[in-house]
């Protein structure tokens, strides 16, 4: 009985006919960019938890809290991206692995890195995303398609700048005070 196995219902990258208001190129568009943002996302997520498990030093209780805080708004994105995939009527990539094989984000270390080399690589990832999402988004809204648009703008873009905002205060230049 635990060795049961089945054939695909859906292949990724097809699509289930869903009576939307879109065209099925639009659809099919919408879901290969939101599935390559779907991956750069969980990436990012997983960079973050890296993050928060190795950072060390000085400011090591903010940052570990800031990596958890922005890991958890990163998953939540996860999700939304997801759902936007299959309310298309396409397959939304769920694999670690195959989003491993779809992201641009560029695979840190498997050590630790410094603070700054940290802080650097996330904002970078994040600067990726947030240009593929602009892209995406302007796209979508040419072809119709304005709740994909509405989510990459509203929350990838806005989650996504504030984040960067946040870790980009930490690498400014304030020498600590020796007494």
Known sequence: MTQQSAPEVQPFGT???FPIGLSHDTR??????????????????????????????ATFFQLHQLFDKHAAEQLALVDVLAERIQS?????????????????????????????AMLSRLMRAHESILVESRDAAARAAEMGDDGTNDLLVSQLVRTGEAQVWFLAE?????????V
């Open 15 to 17: 699509l289930k006919l």
């Open 28 to 57: 099919a568009y919408s879901c290969q960019r939101l599935n390559r943002l779907l991956a750069d996302t969980q990436i990012l997520y997983s960079l973050y938890k890296k993050c928060h498990w190795t950072v060390r030093g």
């Open 170 to 178: 930490h690498l400014v230049d304030t020498p600590l005070v020796h």
């Open 88 to 116: 298309l009527g396409g397959v939304a990539v769920g694999d670690p692995r195959h989003a491993a094989e779809l992201t641009s984000v560029p695979r840190p270390p498997d050590g630790t890195e410094q603070v700054p």
